[in-house]
């Protein structure tokens, strides 16, 4: 019975750490089903939103503002309205202008974003780490004694990732510019001729993407407590790798993909040890890449002539 509620418990943090890959995954699934290129600028935009949710938090409270669902609507509301505008300046920036052509110039140009933008915010905040306070300190126990228990911020994390997968969800499945999306994403020059601005359906889809990106650096920031400029690689690269084992291109698959690289993860550090983690994500990549490329709920493309 003590191994099965520690292994309930590696689940519970595994799931939480996951659903937030999920969001940032979303980004980079839904670019690729657009435009089939892949935003590596993406994770440096999840960065900003960490560092946006902090000047918001800490610049209220310098104004003696103590309230915890005011700072904690403040941090979210901040960080999503800037990264937005990050996600839409990196498509009009780096991605517009350069479409249509040879698909490795996008990516560079993206990596050069991705660099750009981490460097200004060494230039703008340094390299020391900034701390931001648990808005919900706390757990509550699910086993008697303690065994197994989960946070009030894990909870949170649960919630607030939920909404936003069900709103997303809804979105691009009831809405007229879901559809538009769904459109687009079909065959992008058939969705121009039939009348779509297939030029603003895919800056919104940066858009979205960075919305969600900064969803998850709240949350990440204020369940771990540090934020510094090199987190938004790291973070994106398993990200990626969520979006790869989940089908990129599928949201569902982005969603699904970063709750198992969570999982593995947690169970991963449990077995091999915490410096290891990240070698067992990736082995659990490479592997799935083996024996199923197109990664869990992934189609083989076909090609459209």
Same mark, same amino acid.
Request: charged fraction near 10%; hydrophobic fraction near 55%; aromatic fraction near 10%.
């Given at each position: 019975?003590?191994?099965l509620?520690?292994?309930?418990?590696?689940?519970?943090?595994?799931?939480s750490?996951?659903?937030?890959?999920a969001?940032?995954?979303?980004?980079?699934?839904?670019?690729?089903?657009?435009?089939?290129m892949?935003?590596?600028?993406?994770?440096e935009?999840?960065?900003?939103?960490?560092?946006?949710?902090?000047?918001?938090?800490?610049?209220l /409270?310098?104004?003696?503002?103590?309230?915890? %669902? $005011?700072?904690?609507? !403040? #941090?979210?509301?901040? &960080? *999503?309205?800037?990264?937005?505008?990050?996600?839409?300046?990196?498509?009009?920036v780096?991605?517009?202008?350069?479409?249509?052509?040879?698909?490795?110039?996008?990516?560079?140009?993206?990596?050069?974003?991705?660099?750009?933008?981490?460097?200004?915010?060494?230039?703008?905040?340094?390299?020391?780490?900034?701390s931001?306070?648990?808005?919900?300190?706390?757990?509550?126990?699910?086993?008697?004694?303690?065994?197994v228990?989960?946070?009030?911020?894990?909870?949170?994390?649960?919630?607030?990732?939920?909404?936003?997968?069900?709103?997303?969800?809804?979105?691009?499945a009831?809405?007229?510019?879901?559809r538009?999306?769904?459109?687009?994403?079909?065959?992008?020059?058939?969705?121009?001729?039939?009348?779509?601005n297939?030029?603003?359906?895919? /800056?919104?889809?940066?858009?979205?993407?960075? %919305? $969600?990106?900064?969803? !998850? #650096?709240?949350?990440? &920031? *204020?369940?771990?407590?540090?934020?510094?400029?090199?987190?938004?690689?790291?973070?994106?690269?398993?990200?990626?790798?969520a979006?790869?084992?989940?089908?990129?291109?599928?949201?569902?698959?982005?969603?699904?993909?970063?709750?198992?690289?969570?999982?593995?993860?947690?169970?991963?550090?449990?077995?091999?040890?915490?410096?290891?983690?990240?070698?067992?994500?990736?082995?659990?990549l490479?592997?799935?890449?083996?024996?199923r490329?197109?990664?869990?709920?992934?189609?083989?493309?076909?090609?459209?002539?």
């Open positions: 019975m003590p191994e509620n520690h292994y309930l418990q590696l689940l519970i943090d595994g799931l750490v996951g659903s937030t890959y969001l940032i995954a979303i980004g980079y699934t839904m670019v690729y089903g657009i435009i089939g892949i935003n590596f600028a993406h994770g935009v999840y960065m900003i939103g960490s560092y946006i949710a902090f000047i918001a938090i800490a610049g /409270a310098m104004l003696g503002i103590d309230s915890v %669902a $005011l700072l904690t609507i !403040a #941090a979210f509301v901040a &960080s *999503m309205i800037v990264t937005s505008a990050y996600g839409y300046s990196i498509e009009r780096a991605y517009r202008p350069l479409r249509g052509g040879n698909r490795l110039i996008p990516l560079i140009s993206a990596i050069g974003m991705s660099i750009v933008l981490q460097n200004m915010v060494l230039l703008a905040q340094d390299s020391r780490g900034k931001i306070p648990d808005p919900l300190p706390g757990k509550f126990d699910l086993v008697a004694g303690g065994a228990s989960i946070s009030y911020m894990q909870v949170f994390i649960f919630v607030i990732t939920f909404v936003a997968m069900i709103g997303l969800t809804l979105f691009i009831r809405s007229r510019l879901g538009a999306c769904r459109a687009t994403a079909e065959d992008l020059k058939m969705a121009n001729l039939l009348g779509i297939t030029n603003n359906i895919i /800056a919104l889809t940066f858009v979205i993407g960075a %919305a $969600l990106a900064a969803v !998850a #650096a709240v949350l990440i &920031s *204020m369940r771990y407590g540090f934020i510094n400029p090199n987190l938004g690689f790291l973070a994106g690269i398993k990200a990626f790798t979006a790869v084992l989940g089908g990129i291109g599928s949201i569902p698959g982005a969603m699904l993909g970063g709750l198992v690289l969570g999982v593995a993860e947690a169970f991963g550090a449990d077995v091999f040890g915490d410096q290891y983690k990240d070698v067992v994500a990736f082995t659990l490479v592997l799935l890449l083996l024996f490329p197109t990664g869990i709920l992934g189609r083989p493309e076909v090609e459209k002539v």
